[in-house]
């Protein structure tokens, strides 16, 4: 299988195949057409030719045939569609096991474990090692640990397992969030998102103890961090029969992007009349408006960092179990109001 055999099967130009395989950080390209090009190079098991990429940066030339490959397992999510965040994650741990000569050659979710045809593809699909993104069951649990030596997890909280994990916390990156607002002079603050087993919600319950926020559980809405949940949790503070807050914290940015458009729906002005704040900092966060002001995780870094330790511990360089913590980092956009000077960062 050459590149311009898979270009054709994609139905792109061979460049363009050669530039998502390369990309840094799985940015180049729409998803669609990043989709359609990996989804080819795993069905086919397409090598880059790296005698030749690695004369172009004068080194000499290396194996061809893969070191090993991966499997990268969604956790919480049934389909990349359903989390962007995840989905971009995904790119990049593709692009970057490529880059290392173990490519991922199996993908799945964790809720298609029961069906045959997955069983069947896990079966026939050996490989050295898997990621996984997001949590998931104690039954998965076991389920993973059965059928994969090597395993690295990544999300937003740890998980009791023996893992490799790479985290960003969750739990700090909504305190992140809350501060922001309270330090622009939010005191009712709303929540969209989940509350069960949720470190996001946990803390921002704590975070209304410890600034001293109103505490109207009317502001918070139980509903699954996905466009559907963002846009329902919205429905049901503007159906609430109460003032709204005067900004709302969503648990993902894909929830928040949901609830701005229902928002706007009620003629509900983002962020003069409330603001919005997320977590995430997917790349359609910086493309709606106002665009939006969320706590941003570092994809690229996480996907590189996920890489590296299964490779890690496939060729045992490490035996105890790693926990790497990556920073969050708050991007100030257009849709948090500045109660305190008039005024929206």
Known sequence: MTLKEVAARAGVSVSTVSRIINSADGSFARKETQDRVWAVIKETGYMPNQS?????????????????????????????????????????????????????????????????????????????????LGRFSEAATAFLE???KNIVYVGRNLIQAEWDQVICDGYEATQMAIEHLVSYGHRRIGYIGE????????????????CGLEDNRRFVCNVPHTGEGGYRGADLLLRGGAELPTAVFCAADVSAIAALRRFREARIKVPEQLSIISMDNIELSSYVSPMLTTVGMPIAEIGS?????????????????????????????????????????
């Open 52 to 132: 030749a990429r690695n004369l172009k940066r004068g080194k000499k030339g290396v194996q061809q045939t893969p070191a090993g490959t991966f499997a990268c397992i969604l956790g919480r999510a049934k389909t990349l569609d359903d989390n962007p965040f995840f989905a971009q994650l995904a790119q990049v741990i593709e692009q970057q096991a490529m880059e290392r000569n173990y490519p991922v050659r199996l993908s799945y979710s964790v809720f298609d474990i029961k069906m045959i045809s997955t069983l069947e593809k896990i079966e026939s699909e050996k490989v050295d090692g898997a990621i996984v």
């Open 195 to 210: 509350t069960d087993d949720e470190s996001r919600y946990q803390a921002y319950r704590d975070m209304i103890c410890k």
């Open 305 to 345: 960092m996920a890489v590296q330790m299964l490779i890690g511990r496939i060729h045992k360089q490490h035996r105890l179990p790693l926990k790497l913590y990556l920073p969050n980092k708050l991007m100030r956009r257009e849709s948090v109001f500045n109660i305190n000077e008039g005024m929206y960062i």
């Open 146 to 148: 059965s059928h994969y």
